[in-house]
Structures are given as C-alpha cells and as structure tokens.
C-alpha cells in the first residue's frame, strides 16, 4: 500500500505564490510517475502537471507557463511551484502515483482571492 500526504495548500491574492508538497510512502514501485491534479467546485477532476521518475513532465495548457513540478526520488516527494496564481486555480489539489497501481492523497485546498 501508498500513502500520499500533502502539504502547504493555503490562500493566496491573485498574482502571489505557493508551492504544494506530497510525501509518498509504503510499498512504492520505480520507476513511477507522480503528480497533481485539482477539482473546482462542480467541475471534474483534471490533470495539472505530472512528471515521471526520469524527470519528463507533462503540463496542462492553462498552467504551463506559470507552474513548475518538480521531484527528489531520493525522498518519494513531489512538489508544485505555482506562480501568478489566478482565480481560477482554486481547487482541491489532489497528489497522485502511479506505479503498480494508482494512488491519490486527499486533497490540499487553494485558494486565490481576486
């Protein structure tokens, strides 16, 4: 089994700056590709950003200019680095992994104010 903790959700002004984190830890297969991905309030879950053991990520169009993941293997931990955050960046950031199976953690809130 996966655990996924996330950390450093938070609320932020339009224009600021956060970075989330996710720890993995448990029976964690490599290589493996974690990730984020967000739900807004009375919309499906989408893909953020993921980016794979190797180092190849993979962004969605509306964040690919202002976010950054990132990953130290050494430590099963996954990171976002959200610059220029906009309104329409509030959700709930879901950590992922996918490995042997697929994981999630439960979800880190963000919210940006206008």
């Known amino acids: 089994q996966v655990q996924l903790v996330e950390s450093g959700g938070g609320l932020v002004q339009a224009g600021g700056s956060l970075r989330i984190s996710c720890a993995a830890s448990?029976?964690?297969?490599?290589?493996?590709?974690m990730g984020w991905y967000r739900q807004a309030p009375g919309k499906q879950r989408e893909l953020v950003a993921i980016?794979?053991?190797?180092?190849?990520?993979k962004y969605a169009d509306s964040v690919e200019d202002r976010f950054t993941i990132s990953r130290n293997n050494s430590k099963d931990t996954v990171y976002l680095q959200m610059n220029n955050l906009k309104p329409e960046d509030t959700a709930v950031y879901y950590c992922?992994?996918?490995?042997?199976?697929?994981?999630w953690g439960k979800g880190t809130q963000v919210t940006v104010s206008s």
């Open positions: 980016i794979a053991t190797s180092g190849s990520t």
């Open positions: 448990g029976s964690i297969s490599r290589p493996n590709t």
């Open positions: 992922s992994l996918k490995g042997w199976g697929d994981y």
